[in-house]
């Protein structure tokens, strides 16, 4: 696909009980993509959240501006995925970004993303914290040694061509992110697995950028048997219908 | 093909290729020394390929970045945000 203009971008923002986290979020976006120049909005997707996050939001839209702030609440929760296609209805950006809302993933990264794409025209960026100077803070042993395991478990039996399958820190394309969001059927960690699975599938070329992902909540929401077993699961549904 | 495909492929292509030559009637038989290597092959693989694991593993774990001053940056900048956030009529 030719190159076109300057980039606009939208970035999807899923929220559930984010109300501390979410200002900070934007004003970091907004600070960042200003800075940088590149022209944004900003598309929050609540899902009701009984905490006051919509509050905040209508705030941050006063503060910011509803060109640059979109509010588009649900009124349950959802889930991510359908939380991205009710998105991207509203989105008027060229690309989308596609993000944490609480703060493990830093908006510094995006003009890089951006700068990614542009030196190989990819459908997609892809935030990696498995390569170069990516990373992550706040995980003890166990946890990282979980990460890398399932990880090398993906490498091997899906050959996906990119380091970090799980991350759902990425830029897409907006035409390419409404072509996979149509084919894409899993839920939680496997549905980020499966876009770039479906992506290499369709053609699409994805770029990796190393980011840190610094987690807050860790220690409150430990890492589950029942979230591993649900992620083997997906895995292996993965390698035997793609 | 999906990956399973390619892979029970993969499998009956060297599955057949070792028993081709390693269970073959005596006419039709490999030298010894060949032979003596060939039985166990695939299970030296399969030990092989778990040594290559765990190495790749314990590599990859031990060389997992720490982000430090991702960390320490983020709080300064959550500091700066708040304050700014404040000044801009934000109830925090």
């Known amino acids: ?242 | 093909m999906t990956k399973l495909a390619q892979w029970l492929c993969g499998l009956a292509l060297l599955g057949s290729a070792w028993a081709a030559l390693a269970l073959a009637p005596p006419g039709l038989q490999p030298p010894a020394p060949l032979r003596q290597a060939l039985l166990p092959l695939p299970v030296y693989l399969l030990v092989a390929f778990g040594c290559y694991s765990l190495a790749t593993v314990g590599y990859r774990l031990a060389t997992f970045n720490d982000c430090e001053e991702a960390a320490a940056e983020l709080q300064e900048h959550i500091k700066a945000a708040r304050a700014d956030l404040r000044r801009r009529g934000l109830n925090i």
């Open chain 1, 1 to 242: 696909m030719a190159a076109r203009g300057p980039p606009r971008l939208s970035v999807l923002l899923p929220t559930y009980n984010e109300r501390d986290n979410l200002p900070l979020v934007v004003w970091l976006l907004a600070r960042t993509l200003g800075d940088s120049g590149i022209d944004f909005e900003i598309i929050i997707i609540d899902d009701g959240s009984p905490d006051g996050t919509q509050e905040v939001a209508q705030q941050l839209e006063k503060i910011y501006g509803s060109d640059k702030i979109l509010l588009r609440p649900r009124a349950k929760k959802l889930g991510l995925g359908t939380a991205y296609i009710h998105g991207m209805k509203y989105a008027t950006g060229n690309f989308i970004v596609i993000m944490d809302a609480d703060l493990s993933h830093h908006p510094k990264f995006i003009p890089e993303f951006i700068r990614k794409q542009k030196e190989g025209n990819f459908d997609i960026v892809s935030g990696t914290r498995y390569k170069g100077n990516g990373g992550v803070y706040g995980w003890d042993l166990k946890r990282k040694l979980i990460s890398r395991g399932a990880n090398f478990l993906t490498q091997v039996l899906l050959r996906p061509g990119a380091s970090d399958l799980t991350g759902s820190f990425r830029l897409y394309r907006k035409e390419v992110l409404e072509k996979l969001m149509e084919k894409c059927v899993s839920k939680g960690y496997v549905f980020q697995m499966e876009m770039i699975v479906r992506a290499r599938q369709l053609g699409f070329t994805v770029g990796e950028v190393p980011i840190s992902f610094v987690d807050r909540v860790y220690g409150e929401s430990k890492l589950g048997g029942n979230e591993i077993v649900s992620f083997l699961k997906g895995l292996l549904t993965l390698f035997a219908t793609t």
